[in-house]
């Protein structure tokens, strides 16, 4: 049994099913990746999992050890230890770095904020009291999301395209995150279209038309989404610019 489970899930948004009967199981202290075709579902699963408005409305289950959290709010599920870091970190403005970083650490301690900013390799003498606004580029806002991340120390971290809009330095950061929040334990879900950002995962999965086509082993899956899909009927099928590129 996985720390977080789906079972049967489906979600329907605008009249158009986008998660279909779903059942898949997260373990703990694992890193998995989530990759497949825009329009697979991908995003929708993580807002599902976090109980985002809106995403909550669903037909099944998802139990985090073994425990039905389908009416908890966003916020419960966060004191359960679930987060979820965005494609493009949202924006306080004005909000300092530390107080942002410190929010929903759980030692609220300076010295805590000083630890995580290192780890992601800003100093904190030049941003701790720096805003959190349009002056930060977009690694150091992934960068600082990130401090924030490991300074609540989540039992689940939802991590929507990571190496979307960063530099090389950004995501080696991200990187050397994923082996903390292995170390301690807690249970990662990259939704991911690089293969190399893949690459750092244990498990995959295939994602299409809001099912689970395959998992396994990242070789496995890499390898099957690389050398087999091919175009088909769903209207959230590859185009040949992204089947150009690596995994998606």
């Not at 049967?8 to 989530?34: C, P, Q, Y």
């Not at 306080?92 to 650490?105: H, K, P, Q, S, T």
């Not at 609220?108 to 959190?132: E, F, H, I, N, W």
Request: charge should be negative.
């Amino acid at each position: 049994m996985g720390v977080l489970e789906l079972k049967n899930v489906s979600l329907t948004l605008g009249g158009k099913l986008i998660l279909n009967d779903l059942t898949v199981d997260f373990w703990e202290g694992r890193v998995h990746a989530l990759v497949g075709p825009n329009g697979a579902g991908k995003s929708t699963l993580a807002s599902t999992i976090m109980g985002l408005p809106g995403y909550r409305d669903i037909a099944g289950d998802i139990l985090l050890d073994g425990e039905r959290i389908n009416d908890l709010t966003v916020d419960e599920r966060a004191r359960q230890g679930i987060t979820l870091a965005w494609q493009e970190p949202a924006r306080f403005e004005g909000l300092r770095v530390d107080r942002f970083i410190l929010a929903g650490a759980k030692d609220k301690s300076t010295d805590t904020a000083r630890r995580v900013l290192v780890r992601v390799g800003l100093d904190p003498d030049k941003y701790m009291r720096r805003a959190v606004d349009r002056t930060l580029s977009g690694g150091e806002r992934k960068r600082i999301e990130l401090a924030s991340i490991l300074s609540m120390e989540p039992r689940i971290v939802l991590m929507d395209e990571p190496d979307s809009g960063i530099d090389v330095e950004a995501l080696t950061r991200i990187f050397d995150a994923l082996a903390d929040f292995k170390e301690r334990g807690a249970t990662v879900i990259m939704i991911t279209h690089s293969q190399e950002v893949l690459k750092h995962a244990e498990h995959a999965f295939l994602m299409c038309n809001g099912s689970i086509l395959d998992k396994g082993a990242v070789g496995r899956i890499d390898g099957y989404f690389g050398d087999h899909c091919m175009p088909c009927d769903h209207t959230n099928q590859p185009d040949a610019q992204e089947m150009a590129g690596a995994v998606t």
